[in-house]
């Protein structure tokens, strides 16, 4: 791509169509909601007599919300023990925590039998799966001729700057191959998935969340700012690791909505 021309100060301070400009940047242009994943699934006919493997499941939260709306049964599985205690619990408190059962494992050697499951749910973890090989081909594995891998994950892009990354990256356990959307889709044909949907989010729901009044990314660029300004007296206040972690995550959302990252669905069929 050629080098734009520089805009001279003439250019920079004539007079512009004003009113134009603030009917452009204050229009909505629509973005869709959360819940575009569950929409996903829902073209999908996830239904009552469905096994769905919630893989890195944290609390169990995805779990439950695909319990509620589809009256599927899921087994949540998670690698860390502090996150299945937590699901644990909350199944134990749920009206619906009989639908949901809790595995401890690893994407890259599920607690499942060969063809167990008729669709895989995977919500923003697979960045931090060490063997992209290795768990896609256990996802494979575990999953019924026909059945689906359904993916929500973030990418990088080109405007995420080199130190940017590296910083990013070291601070959230983000494994650097796996923000490769192209990477990402070369080892998931590789491990036998056909490439049925491939949905780029964007920015797309946190537009949205700030034109709710959720304001999520808006406090999270507060947080980076705070973070930033005070961060002798914060990393000091927090300790080292919570303070990256917490401006990791701030980050993360305000890279999201200007482009560094981009949020991605994708579906994927077993052959």
Not at 155 to 180: C, G, I, K, N, Y
Request: glycine share 6%; hydrophobic share 40%; net charge negative.
């Amino acid at each position: 791509m050629a080098e734009a021309q520089a805009i001279t100060i003439d250019e920079m301070y004539s007079l512009r169509n004003v009113d134009a400009v603030d009917r452009a940047l204050n229009r909505s242009y629509h973005p869709r909601r959360s819940g575009l994943m569950f929409a996903v699934l829902d073209d999908l006919d996830v239904g009552p007599d469905d096994l769905v493997l919630d893989i890195g499941g944290r609390e169990a939260s995805h779990s439950f919300a695909l319990v509620q709306m589809f009256g599927c049964r899921v087994v949540s599985v998670d690698p860390l023990e502090s996150n299945n205690d937590r699901a644990r619990a909350a199944v134990a408190e749920h009206p619906l925590g009989s639908r949901v059962s809790i595995r401890p494992g690893v994407m890259e050697d599920i607690p499942a039998a060969d063809g167990e499951f008729d669709l895989v749910f995977s919500h923003d973890m697979f960045f931090q799966v060490l063997d992209a090989d290795r768990a896609l081909a256990d996802a494979h594995r575990v999953l019924k001729p026909g059945g689906r891998l359904v993916l929500y994950q973030t990418f990088a892009t080109d405007r995420l700057e080199p130190r940017e990354r590296a910083q990013l990256f070291t601070d959230l356990a983000v494994v650097p191959e796996r923000m490769s959307p192209d990477d990402f889709e070369k080892r998931a044909q590789a491990a036998g998935f056909h490439i049925e949907l491939t949905d780029v989010v964007g920015s797309e729901l946190r537009e949205a969340f700030e034109e709710d009044g959720i304001n999520l990314t808006s406090r999270q660029l507060l947080y980076a700012a705070r973070l930033l300004r005070k961060s002798e007296q914060l990393r000091a206040e927090l300790g080292d690791i919570d303070y990256r972690v917490e401006l990791g995550n701030a980050l993360w959302g305000v890279y999201q909505m200007i482009g560094k990252l981009e949020p991605r669905i994708y579906v994927l069929r077993r052959s």
